[in-house]
């Protein structure tokens, strides 16, 4: 093996996550970490850490002349970027490149090619992969053309956006010019590209997702879907696998498009195809793609039994894939539940601080990913994930069960987060039931809203 | 938008009323410090960026082993960025400043290279250089102490 040291470029949970692998292939760790960050968990576990700036994300995560220049500083040979910060910059994977240092994932060219919003759904037209109904669009009456066409609901999107962030949704054709002219100026704005497009608005729609493993030549095989529409204003807050209610046969056409559209690009390392259900259809969409590790990678290394974080180290390595697709086997069913340091009584609203306590759930099937202690601080520069709990069991009712026993096992003091509402959810019939569509969260949270005002004035 | 004599002469009134002891503002890259007693007030430009960093908590890097100051009342200069530490201009040329030399806030003391990237650091402080921590072409972390300086009165 050519990789001994391996430069982590993120902190956090998925810090220590990169960690762990690492730890268990005799692979040294140099945590890059910001000036809050010199006392975290994932700091005291890293075999070495460098402060690469101070605590706002711009003067350090997002540095990429600091991260590669601290990479070579002390020798690594290859780069983790983990999710979020620079996972999926082209200019990160770039320099890597050019200075030969080994980044854990997907080349510079492929990043960009999924990267563009466009450019992917052409690639999937391409690769004979449904996307939703509808197109670029330059103009305000090219717009409306390709609007009489889909037919309302619509959604405006940002070229250079993705995760959400850059949409509008439009009702009235009427007011498809107005909303362009808005999504086009913030897009420019906040992306830096202010070309939009537009396509089909799914009412019922799930969001089911693949992730691939790929060996860069061309080969690829899947670890299964995860379903993860529950959601908030586009953040995932639970994930489960299998998407349920879904036909053997659906599955298969699901995992099978985004094998064909990875396939294509010859993609190297994990990645995530997104894809959108259309329930009343019966059809699915390519929404995106997801050129990095997940947060909710778990669930399928918990059904699987595969590492991905070993497998990508395997595949940067050169070792290729060493899974071939009938050795993937996925047994039971998986969920996770991400806590965050929010307020669900005030909107979501981050809550940072200092955790005064902290006790976490163990025993079987159940993984709880996370860089909170006791005493652990929770700074306001980054987001609020402060655990992710995974519970595996042979079926679903079964798995929700363990996922309320571990949810009521957990024990969080000194900043508000999201654990009531969880609980919440898992004893919600309608969540119960299984195969809830993005729109239930929204309706969940109104209908637990005035039940409290309800007894709150009761 | 600036602060204006007027907005000054304004807060300071605000301040002398009050029960604070000093005042510190931030806005559009203007750093405004006031305190109780002290004369003039200075509107230095500050970085936007780096130096707007709100710093209730400093971090104490616990990994860090740094070497105890030789005397009490040492000035520290410590690296602006994380790169590779150069003592002098050029290989083979003499040092910027060695342990003895006299340097005011100016004096560059070294350069930072960042991926090509030359970056001169500046002593920061008047007085005489008595201890070099950094070794030459040396990876150094962003904050960590490069030298120690005694300050001139």
């Known amino acids: 093996m050519a990789i001994r040291r391996i430069l982590i470029a993120n902190r956090g949970e998925i810090a220590i996550r990169v960690i762990r692998t690492c730890k268990a292939l005799g692979i040294e760790t140099v945590l890059a970490a910001s000036a809050a960050d010199l006392e975290s968990l994932p700091a005291r576990l890293a075999d070495r850490t460098v402060c690469i700036g101070p605590p706002r994300p711009a003067d350090s995560y997002l540095k990429v002349d600091a991260i590669v220049q601290a990479a070579l500083g002390v020798k690594a040979d290859a780069i983790h970027p983990g999710y979020g910060f620079l996972s999926e910059r082209t200019a990160l994977a770039r320099l890597c490149e050019e200075v030969g240092v080994i980044f854990i994932g997907p080349s510079s060219v492929q990043i960009e090619a999924v990267g563009d919003k466009l450019r992917a759904r052409a690639e999937a037209e391409l690769a004979g992969v449904p996307t939703a ?42 007011d498809l010019p107005a909303a362009m002219d808005m999504a086009a100026a913030e897009a420019g704005a906040a992306f830096g590209d202010a070309r939009v497009y537009l396509e089909r608005f799914v009412t019922h729609g799930r969001h089911v997702e693949v992730q691939i493993l790929g060996d860069g030549e061309g080969r690829v095989v899947h670890l299964g879907e995860r379903d993860c529409s529950v959601q908030r204003r586009y953040q995932k807050l639970i994930e489960e696998t299998p998407a ?6 659906f599955r298969a ?24 259900v259309d329930l009343e259809r019966g059809v699915f969409y390519f929404l995106e793609m997801n050129a990095r590790i997940q947060v909710e990678h778990p669930i399928s290394e918990a059904v699987t039994g595969v590492d991905v974080v070993s497998e990508q180290i395997a595949i940067a390595d050169g070792s290729g ?24 009584a005030r909107d979501f609203h981050p809550s940072p601080g200092t955790v005064r306590t902290a006790e976490w759930p163990s025993g079987d099937g159940v993984r709880v990913d996370t860089h909170i202690f006791s005493g652990a601080r929770i700074p306001p520069f980054y987001d609020s994930l402060m655990a992710k709990i995974i519970v595996h069991a042979a079926d679903r009712p079964a798995a929700l069960k363990r996922m309320r026993h571990a949810l009521a096992a957990t024990r969080i003091e000194g900043v508000a987060t999201n654990l009531a509402f969880h609980l919440d959810v898992m004893a919600d019939p309608e969540f119960q039931a299984g195969g809830v569509d993005t729109s239930y969260l929204p309706r969940f949270l109104e209908s637990r809203r005035l039940m409290q005002e309800a007894r709150a004035h009761g | 938008m600036t602060l204006s004599a007027k907005d000054v002469a304004d807060i300071m009134r605000l301040l002398e009323q009050s029960s604070f002891d000093n005042l510190s503002l931030e806005m559009n890259g203007v750093k405004l410090n006031l305190q109780r007693g002290s004369a003039v007030p200075v509107q230095q430009p500050t970085v936007p960026s780096a130096a707007a960093e709100p710093q209730a908590q400093p971090a104490h890097p616990v990994q860090r082993k740094v070497k105890s100051p030789t005397e009490p009342g040492l000035a520290e200069v410590a690296s602006p960025l994380l790169g590779i530490f150069y ?67």
């Open chain 1, 133 to 174: 109904p509808g197109g670029a669009v330059d103009t305000v009456s090219e717009a409306l053309a390709v609007g009489r066409k889909i037919g309302p609901p619509l959604l405006v999107k940002a070229v250079g956006g993705g995760g959400g962030r850059g949409m509008k949704r439009v009702d009235r054709l009427e």
């Open chain 1, 244 to 249: 349920p209610g879904l036909s053997v046969d």
């Open chain 1, 253 to 276: 056409r699901i995992h099978n498009a985004a094998v064909q559209f990875t396939e294509r690009l010859s993609y190297r390392s994990a990645g995530t195809v997104e894809f959108l």
């Open chain 1, 321 to 344: 894939l060493r899974l071939r697709q009938e050795d993937v086997r996925a047994r039971g069913c998986a969920v996770e539940c991400r806590i965050n340091a929010e307020d669900p």
């Open chain 2, 87 to 153: 003592r002098a201009p050029k290989p083979g040329e003499p040092p910027f400043v060695e342990v003895g030399s006299k340097v005011t806030e100016d004096t560059v003391v070294g350069i930072i290279e960042v991926m090509k990237l030359m970056n001169s650091v500046c002593a920061g402080v008047k007085g005489e250089v008595v201890e070099i921590l950094a070794e030459n072409e040396a990876l150094v972390e962003f904050d960590e102490i490069l030298l120690r300086v005694r300050p001139e009165a």
